[in-house]
């Protein structure tokens, strides 16, 4: 079975608020679902946020800031259930202030659903980020499986559109109205270490990268294994 994307839900604020929250979603059971948020404030350095809502508990799998005294910030959580509730998520700052965000709600199905809170979904993460430059690439190791995926989840420190790397598809592009951020998600059912994103204008950004793995990779040289360990 082929790992298939859904996008759940995106959105942005540029309210200075202390916690956001997104549109009502519906999660499926025991699929993997990927939030990634980019934030900004006033001044260096951006917080990470947590996250709460559906019933389900959110673990952070990277995040990055800008190079320097940067104000923006991508983070990426993943979370899974047998039983999750509908509703919304709400991006929490702990009391502090930020002046935007963005974020971006994906469901995965035909993942690995062993570990907690998608703790088996997910093979490898890597982080990167620039000063100024049109693009950026996420470079991952090489692939455990064929099967696998990868996702990238970019912030950009310009408003305006940004584009997938060839090869992978746009999950979500979402900017702050009147402020400079925005966040981009994409991906591709197949391999590829080198995760990227562009615009046209020259800007800071910052990224993380996933290798998502399928459903029933590893099962059949574990059965392998065992035919042979029992002499047959």
């Known amino acids: 079975m082929a790992i298939t994307a859904t996008a759940l839900t995106s959105g942005e604020s540029a309210a200075d608020d202390t916690a956001y929250v997104t549109a009502s979603i519906t999660?499926?059971?025991?699929?993997?679902?990927?939030?990634?948020?980019?934030?900004?404030?006033?001044?260096?350095?951006?917080?990470?946020?947590?996250?709460?809502?559906?019933?389900?508990?959110?673990?952070?799998?990277?995040?990055?800031?800008?190079?320097?005294?940067?104000?923006?910030?991508i983070t990426l959580f993943r979370s899974m259930g047998a039983a999750p509730s509908a509703g919304a998520i709400t991006i929490d700052f702990a009391g502090n202030t930020q002046i935007g965000a963005a974020w971006s709600v994906v469901e995965f199905a035909g993942i690995d659903t062993s570990g907690a809170n998608g703790a088996g979904a997910i093979v490898q993460t890597a982080t990167n980020n620039v000063g100024a430059a049109t693009s950026l690439t996420v470079t991952l190791a090489a692939f455990s499986s064929a099967d696998n995926g990868a996702y990238g989840a970019f912030f950009a420190g310009a408003n305006e559109v940004q584009s997938a790397g060839a090869g992978f598809t746009e999950l979500d592009d979402v900017g702050t109205t009147g402020e400079p951020l925005r966040c981009h998600t994409e991906w591709r059912v197949d391999n590829d270490t080198t995760v990227d994103a562009s615009s046209a204008s020259s800007t800071g950004r910052g990224g993380v990268a996933v290798e998502i793995k399928a459903a029933g990779v590893g099962g059949a040289i574990a059965s392998r294994r065992l035919l042979v360990g029992v002499g047959l």
């Open 27 to 73: 999660p499926t059971a025991n699929r993997l679902v990927l939030v990634a948020v980019a934030s900004r404030v006033s001044t260096s350095p951006p917080e990470s946020p947590t996250l709460s809502g559906n019933g389900l508990t959110w673990v952070e799998v990277g995040t990055i800031t800008g190079t320097g005294a940067s104000t923006r910030r």
